[in-house]
């Protein structure tokens, strides 16, 4: 079955950096854009950033433009979201996505932005 897991959250300072990734299983993976979205407490789910199958072509929501890069290895399954300059407003959980007639989801991992 389908099966997405993140890892990577964490505390980071104001300014700093991390790599969020996303393992998928139980699909053909390069077939698929695959996207990431984050959910802020007391807010809805918003997309971030998302990734053609083939790795091409990219699309970013305008608060993380220039500061997030999504990129995917076809060879191991993997999405992944670089986050650079973080900010507190982008404390949140992170989740990757596999849209479709049937979306599927990861578990999240959380992000917090704090000095």
């Known amino acids: 079955q389908v099966r997405l897991v993140e890892s990577g959250g964490g505390l980071v300072q104001p300014g700093g950096s991390l790599r969020l990734s996303c393992a998928a299983s139980?699909?053909?993976?390069?077939?698929?854009?695959m996207s990431w979205y984050r959910q802020a407490p007391g807010q809805e789910r918003e997309l971030v950033a998302s990734i053609a199958g083939a790795g091409g072509s990219t699309g970013y929501a305008d608060s993380v433009k220039g500061r997030f890069t999504i990129s995917r290895d076809n060879a191991k399954n993997t999405i992944y979201l670089q986050m650079k300059d973080l900010r507190p407003e982008d404390t949140a959980v992170y989740y990757c996505?596999?849209?479709?007639?049937?979306?599927?989801w990861g578990q999240g991992t959380q992000v917090i932005v704090s000095s």
């Open positions: 996505k596999r849209p479709g007639l049937t979306a599927y």
């Open positions: 139980g699909f053909t993976f390069s077939s698929w854009t």
